[in-house]
């Protein structure tokens, strides 16, 4: 079970924006320790859409943006397309456990 | 362009090591480091490691650290991971990844194509 929660599936119709939330706790996201967002399309390795809390890595689109409040990070995908259909993880480091920690993952689908 | 070239898929059985290779290109290697992640059959991703590319510095995952060995050939430019005392559990694909640092951790900026790793008698 991770120590980062994320919702385990969101849905939205192409166009529209969906937030996928990632909840830690004060040994992690609530310690100040970045949060970082990654996508992993179906059969592929993971790819690194937002790092340190709100940055995007050159190459990925502006509809991708994070946000990190207290002890929870989101992020959100506004003009959903097809393409974004994938699973959605956040990453962070507990010091808790001494190591980085993934969130559960949130598969995103468009209907 | 940077890519992490990772070594072919295996099959061992209960109680076998495993070692992967990931050899990065397109930087320099002891610059950064490089962290292990694997993703078990319709799972999530589970963090296990992280080691220097400068001096070979490893930190684990508290759950494998008994059975889990990072280490690099600065000389090769290559990552290697070893776990031991394989069983089903540890059946996954491992993936390696260049860590960066950002203002307060890591994030993972370029992938291998990960490898198979199957345990199974």
């Known amino acids: 079970q991770s120590v980062l929660t994320q919702p385990p599936s969101l849905s939205g119709a192409p166009g529209q924006r969906v937030t996928i939330s990632c909840t830690g706790r004060s040994s992690n996201i609530g310690a100040g320790f970045d949060v970082h967002w990654y996508q992993q399309l179906l059969g592929t390795a993971p790819k690194l859409l937002i790092y340190?809390?709100?940055n995007r890595p050159s190459g990925v689109p502006d509809r991708f943006s994070g946000s990190k409040s207290g002890t929870s990070a989101s992020l959100a995908i506004t003009g959903l397309q097809a393409e974004d259909e994938a699973d959605y993880y956040c990453?962070?480091?507990?010091?808790?456990?001494?190591?980085?920690?993934f969130g559960s993952g949130t598969k995103v689908t468009v209907l | 362009q940077i890519q992490l070239v990772q070594s072919g898929a295996e099959v061992k059985k209960p109680g076998a090591s495993v070692k992967v290779s990931c050899k990065p290109s397109?930087?320099?290697?002891?610059?950064?480091?490089i962290t292990w992640v694997r993703q078990a059959p319709g799972q999530g991703l589970e963090w296990m490691g992280w080691?220097?590319?400068?001096?070979?510095?490893?930190d684990y995952a508290q759950n494998l650290q008994a059975r889990l060995t990072l280490t690099t050939d600065t000389s090769t430019s290559t990552a290697y991971m070893e776990l031991r005392s394989l069983t089903s559990d540890d059946t996954a694909v491992y993936y390696c990844?260049?860590?960066?640092?950002?203002?307060?951790?890591?994030?993972?900026?370029?992938w291998g194509q990960g490898t198979l790793v199957t345990v199974s008698s």
């Open positions: 990453q962070s480091y507990d010091h808790s456990l001494s190591g980085y920690v």
């Open positions: 397109g930087y320099t290697f002891t610059t950064s480091g």
């Open positions: 080691i220097s590319g400068y001096n070979g510095n490893a």
């Open positions: 340190g809390n709100n």
């Open positions: 990844a260049r860590a960066t640092s950002s203002n307060a951790g890591f994030h993972y900026d370029y």
